[in-house]
Every structure is written in C-alpha cells, then in structure tokens.
C-alpha cells in the first residue's frame, strides 16, 4: 500500500511541477498541456481496461437486526 499512496503523491507533485516548468519555457502552452494531459489520461483507461481483471460479486449472508437468536447463540 506504500508504494501504492507513494505513486500517487509523486504523480499529484511531479505533473503541476512539470507543467509549470514547462510553461515558463514556453515549450508549451495551456491548450498543448491539456491535450496532452487527456492523451495521458485516455492511455491510462486503456491500459487498466486491458489489464484490470473485473471484479466479481461475493455472495452476502446477512442476518435480520430482529433475529435475536443470531446474537446471543454463539
């Protein structure tokens, strides 16, 4: 899980960064960042939709809050 949260800190850090350096060097401009920014994020829901297995639904035993029995029987 640590390298999970870490991964996402450094992205959430690294992209404003570089695109603030990227923009002060006029090497890009607002509308060139987006475009980029939404290629990036197309190639990443292709990317888990191609390797992400789907969840599958658990079956759920569920007691009724009524059923006292349930309760004080263990």
Known sequence: MG???AAIHFGLTLGPVLG???AKAKVLTGNAVFLIYSFGCLA???VISLF???L???EV???SLFDLDAY???
């Open 20 to 22: 603030v350096v990227l």
């Open 61 to 63: 035993t569920r007691t």
């Open 72 to 74: 004080f029987s263990a």
């Open 3 to 5: 390298i999970y949260n």
């Open 44 to 46: 990443g829901a292709v």
């Open 56 to 58: 599958r639904k658990k």
């Open 52 to 54: 992400v297995e789907p």
